[in-house]
């Protein structure tokens, strides 16, 4: 059997995604691996697959049992015998595991990394007996002090090379910059190991950052728009989860708390009810969701700072792992910044606390940005990207300028009287005129003290970090960071250099290039009773059976006969034998009641992802609809009042058919201003609005400009 043939016949998918078929060719040519994919990359592919075509046995190393049970699963369904050993079983069941595994009836085999290696097992010597052909290693930035979640039972793992010198070793993880991946190809002593870093971008995930005013109600402002999703809330303390879940509780939301302090009992409870979707909300501290692999998580909130990108980024890659539209939302406060630093310090190793307080910085400077979120995360993982993604809140914002210049001067003649020898939070305790005690008698006694009490401290906050960007402050890289005027402050404070703030102004949506079809919603909420109905007689999560974004398929192509399911992708040869017939019924008798017909021809290849969209354009419905509006004699505000929507969304509806040619572009902009638009597009490019209306002045709208740009992509 082909990789290409196990792929569909198991997994049911007909492509493979990112680098998974050179990564399963080098374990099937006996070469070693190193492999950076991201969160829902398909990473567990990259051994299972190998597993089926080896001859022996694949022992998967996991951090977590929660983990283990829900991989076993999934394999079992997909028809590749597996199992796990970990302390949950009993005796009898551990033994008729190793009769199993004596007699090669399984195929993969998950193992924690301290069964293997504690000093009373003889684990590793009965695996000798066995014919092992491939160790997998998941999450292996474990390994690495460097790394953002070290577990010093990993370092055990260093022996693998020494008891099984002969077989292949892949080491997976979804984070780990350039000093973890030197820390992991060392530690675990890989043999020439081929590296295999895929694009860490995440195109369905749209990122947004908001200031943390009034943290709880801006949360039920967000979870109001997700009454229906599965998310993920994470919190700094254990204390604050468990408040925070039965704050939400008394709401009405299904919320339950998950963190280390918790019994194994309640935790591998309140896992498993999120898991089998009758818990939709965890709050959790970072000890909840690695390797969770739970397929339809919407969003991912962050109450807290996280300490660093590498976890912020894997914690937000547990959204969307289906390949569906989902959101990750951040709120962040310089005070959660300063609480944080005392935790980036490691006593005792000076070099180690300078690498977490710079790493702790880097995740502040993101939540600061006015520049695409998602290209600053790229750039932190090596990867080029534009500077406009289209979907992160920097992206979907038209700034303007603003004359910052006193303000400026305030701060930076604070910093000056501070005889620079504080941070942020002092100097704007001391603008605002605090009476804290810490702030000295003799600084209250400047004419500076008190010259910035007419604004708050978040707006100081977000000013003095803009004058940080723009080089007129820089903050000192010590354990105690403090801020320090630079060359460019003096003209500053001399009056003769002007200062300009960035401000957000409205909220700009861009045009969905790529429209998902239109899908059945009465058929999908049956296929998912379904599927409900199936999990629970198979005692396995409802994502397990299959994925949101199959169902979505089928009551988007909806599939007449078995052959025809078959092509619906996620459906393999075992589970199109034990499920197919189900959801067909489901399907036939929808057809049926509505007048419906398969819509399968329209499918012309099998994805292995749906496409992302943008994020609030998918909540509005299709752009179809508002063009019959406008077609009817609606104009934009009518049509944005019915609809319930912006009317900038209308805007960018009816800019696609502009694009697509369905609508003139006349109709929207004076002929006579098309050629000067134009121009100002040519010259200084298409991608970002706010520059081109800067550029031409208030005698041109965003709505023209917009409908030109469109115009011009259907031109060229």
Known sequence: MTPQQALHKYFGYTEFRHEQEAIVQQILDGGDALVLMPTGGGKSLCYQLPAVLLSGLTIVISPLIALMKDQVDALNINGIPAAYLNSTQNPNEQQQIVSRLQSGEI???????????????????????????????????????????????????????????QTPVIALTATADDLTRKDIREKLALRKPREFVSSFNRPNISYKVAPKRDAYNQLLDFLDEHKEDSGIIYCLSRQNTEDLAADLQKQGYAAKAYHA?????????????????????????????????????????????????????????????????????LFYSGGDAFKLQRFAKVDGNEEQSRIMLKKLDDMVKYCQLQTCRRQYLMHYFNEQFPDHCGSCDVCLTEFKKVDGTVIAQKALSAVYRLNQRFGTGYVIDFLRGSRSEKIREEFKQLKTYGIGADMSKAEWQRYIGQLVIQGYLQVTDDAYPILKLTAASEPVLKGQQKVEFSISEAMELEVAENQPSVYEAGLLHQLKTTRFNLAMNENVPAYIILSDATLQEMATYLPQSLQELSRISGFGEVKLQRYGDAFLKDILAYCHQHGLASKISTRKVKATKTKAKSPRASSGGTQ?????????????????????????????????????????????????????????????????????????????????????????????
Not at 113 to 127: K, T
Not at 645 to 667: A, D, N, W
Not at 688 to 710: F, H, Q, W
């Open 261 to 329: 302090g918790l019994d194994n009992e309640t935790k591998a409870r309140n896992q498993d009810q999120f898991l089998r979707d009758e818990v939709k909300i965890m709050v959790a501290t970072i000890a909840f969701g690695m390797g969770i692999n739970k397929s339809n998580v919407r969003y991912v909130v962050h109450y807290d700072l996280p300490k660093n990108i590498e976890g912020y980024y894997q914690e937000t890659g547990r959204a969307g792992r289906d390949g569906l539209p989902s959101e990750a939302l």
């Open 624 to 716: 179809r609809e508002s063009l019959d509006m406008y077609k009817s004699g609606m104009d934009i505000v009518e049509i944005a009042g019915i609809r319930n929507l912006s009317p900038m969304t209308i805007e960018g509806h009816l800019c696609s058919f502009i694009q697509s040619g369905e609508i003139e572009v006349t109709e929207f902009v004076d002929q006579k201003k098309i050629p000067v638009i134009k121009d100002a597009v040519e010259s200084y490019g298409g991608d970002r609005l706010a520059p081109l209306k800067e550029v031409l002045g208030d005698n041109y709208s965003y709505t023209e400009i917009k409908a030109v740009v469109s115009w011009l992509k259907r031109e060229a």
């Open 107 to 165: 195929k993969l085999l998950y193992l924690a990394p301290e069964r293997l290696f504690g000093s009373e097992s003889r684990l590793v010597s009965f695996l000798k007996t066995l014919n092992v052909s491939l160790i997998a290693i998941d999450e292996a930035h474990c390994i690495s002090h460097w790394g953002h979640d070290f577990r010093p039972e990993y370092l055990m793992l260093a022996n693998f090379k020494t008891e099984f010198p």
